[in-house]
């Protein structure tokens, strides 16, 4: 059974500084990989999981099990963030952790079509109770709302030209599998424009694979539902596997660290904006040599993390439980 190797491990424990008590959330469990290094640090807190996969969820609580009574899971999907952590804290929660993208699990063990190196059949979905699945969007949606998902989520510049390959191929049988979509992808890509590091459907793979577990947009109101939940001093940790990922990152964390937003001219404040957060990371932490010599998979992450300001807190971590009741 594959085991997942967490990403950046030493630098995760340095940005989020955990403390015995601290009530920890990581909102992409998984296999339980970064929680079980937070976990050892945690003597009177706890630590909430959530994991929409109920596979992962299990193999979590299983590695973890020595620790069974500071674990609090949940079987959910951090879209849903805000009424999660109102069932379980009352006075908002230490730290917040997001390990963004896919486990190891879904490509090398889970047989829903995430390797395009295998015969599978071309599920994609994470949570498998949701009703849209990769096979849907490839052979049902039509050509120009599917080079606009493989454009958008995967900017993948041939996304036309593989739309065209994938209906040609779509009229003679169904596209059913994931080495069936793969070799298709090969075909319309150019052998002089593949990549040299990377497999030539994998950009269109993460773009399909996105939009049926609906990715990124559910990201940004999460981040800024857990930072609306630390309590004064918290700290929020995310590591992006992929641009479109880093960049709504930035984006929110830059957003939060506006504060006023009146013109310069005007001689007193009237938006009532306040800075929410501080950045810890000016530039996106990376693996080091020797981690991605190690765990080539860890190539692309990028870790980014803030901390909440007190004067941002014009109540309390309560108050805004009661006020997302």
């Known amino acids: 059974m594959f085991v997942h190797n967490p990403v950046m491990v030493e630098k995760v424990l340095s940005c989020l500084c955990i403390k015995s008590d601290d009530i920890i959330v990581d909102c992409t469990l998984g296999e339980g990989g970064h929680a079980s290094h937070f976990l050892p640090v945690l003597h009177e807190g706890y630590l909430i999981g959530i994991e929409q996969d109920a596979a992962l969820l299990e193999r979590a609580i299983s590695r973890l099990k020595d620790y069974e009574e500071r674990i609090v899971p949940a079987r959910d999907n951090f879209s849903n963030l805000k009424s999660i952590l109102k069932r379980i804290v009352k006075d908002g929660v230490d730290k917040i952790f997001f390990d963004l993208g896919i486990s190891m699990f879904h490509i090398k063990e889970s047989g829903r079509g995430f390797s395009f190196s295998r015969e599978e059949p071309l599920d994609m979905r994470l949570d498998q109770s949701k009703p849209m699945r990769g096979i849907d969007v490839v052979n049902r949606f039509d050509e120009k709302k599917l080079a606009e998902i493989i454009w958008a989520y995967g900017e993948e510049r041939f996304s036309n030209r593989i739309v065209h390959f994938i209906a040609q191929e779509r009229q003679k049988k169904e596209i059913t599998t994931s080495t069936q979509l793969a070799d298709i992808i090969k075909r319309a890509i150019p052998r002089k424009h593949w990549p040299k590091n990377i497999h ?12 049926v577990n609906d990715e990124i947009d559910i990201l940004e109101n999460a ?25 709504i ?36 932490l990376v693996p080091d040599e020797e981690e991605i010599r190690n765990n080539p998979a860890s190539r692309s992450a990028r870790l980014r993390c803030a901390y909440k300001l007190e004067e941002s807190y014009t109540d309390n971590p309560k108050q805004y439980m009661k006020d997302t009741a």
Not at 226 to 234: E, R
Request: overall charge positive.
């Open 249 to 284: 990152v930035k984006s929110v964390f830059k957003d939060l660290t506006k504060g006023c937003t009146c013109p310069p001219d005007f001689p007193v404040c009237v938006c009532g904006g306040k800075k929410i957060i501080k950045i810890i990371t000016k530039k996106p």
């Open 223 to 247: 981040l800024r539902d857990g930072i609306a939940c630390l309590k004064p001093g918290g700290r929020i940790c995310v590591i992006s596997f992929h641009s479109l990922e880093d960049r």
């Open 200 to 211: 030539p459907a994998t950009k269109t793979f993460q773009a399909i694979r996105i939009f």
